[in-house]
């Protein structure tokens, strides 16, 4: 047992300065890699300047702290006791971000034990994984390039908006049909697939030239666009 106490408790070689900065320039750069890959695969409307700042700076804050526990199992206990102390209330919207966290915060684990080869071959094969699996629309049963709404007489019917869409898309779908203005329009919402995903204007004009037609909006897939 005292053996056993003093493994625990001894202190551990203490690493030369050159060791320690480029542990964390490696973290620094693989944090750097992790955030890029970021940026490049990112979908949706929740991008956060702030948060692709923080994939940098996890992954030297966990980079620092494997260097301050080494091999010494008191260091580490007493630091998971403080980390347990602080309250994460952060919520994240995609799932997907979260994985970038752990892969942040896992890159710079491995610069801090100084495994580098496992750092830098796990970052880049995160970082094809992910770019792979944006590029293919892995997991999409159907990719839509955007949504349409447009507001229509609710006497006028549907067959003048199809016959549009059918024009110039590829591929269309309802999503919702609602009443508006008490009941005198029709809300109307199409998922669409363009012919031409970078002109969406023809489409846009031919709807506002539907008799009564009006707010006739375009929402990309990628962000927000009102036309």
């Known amino acids: 047992m005292e053996d056993l106490l003093r493994l625990i408790l001894a202190p551990d070689p203490i690493l030369p300065w ?3 900065v480029l542990s964390l320039v490696y973290a620094f750069l693989v944090g750097m890699t992790v955030a890029w890959i970021y940026i490049r695969t990112h979908q949706g409307l929740s991008y956060s300047r ?23 199992l008191a260091r580490g206990v007493a630091i998971l006791g403080s980390m ?9 919207k995609d799932p997907r971000d ?5 892969a942040s915060l896992a890159a710079g684990i491995a610069m801090g034990v100084r495994a580098y080869a496992v750092g830098v071959a796990g970052t880049a094969i995160f970082g094809a994984a992910a770019w792979l699996l944006r590029y293919t ?13 447009v507001f229509l007489p609710a006497d006028g019917g549907g067959d003048p908006v199809r016959a549009v869409l ?9 999503v919702t049909l609602r009443e508006a203005e008490g009941g005198r329009m029709a ?9 031409d995903p970078k002109n969406p204007g023809a489409l846009l004009e031919d709807l ?6 009006k707010g006739v909006t375009f929402f990309s897939q990628e962000a927000a666009v009102d036309f």
Request: proline letters at 1%; hydrophobic letters at 50%; charged letters at 15%.
């Open 98 to 102: 979260m994985v970038f966290v752990f």
């Open 50 to 72: 702030a948060f692709v700042q923080t994939l940098v700076l996890a992954s030297l804050v966990a980079s620092m702290l494997m260097l301050a526990v080494g091999n010494n």
């Open 137 to 149: 629309d892995f997991g999409a049963k159907e990719h839509h390039d955007g949504l349409v709404r």
């Open 208 to 213: 506002q030239k539907l008799p009564g037609a």
């Open 187 to 195: 809300e109307q919402n199409y998922h669409i697939a363009l012919h």
């Open 84 to 92: 347990a102390l602080i309250r994460f209330r952060s919520t994240m």
């Open 18 to 20: 050159q060791a320690v």
């Open 166 to 174: 059918d024009r110039h898309c590829r591929r269309w779908v309802l």
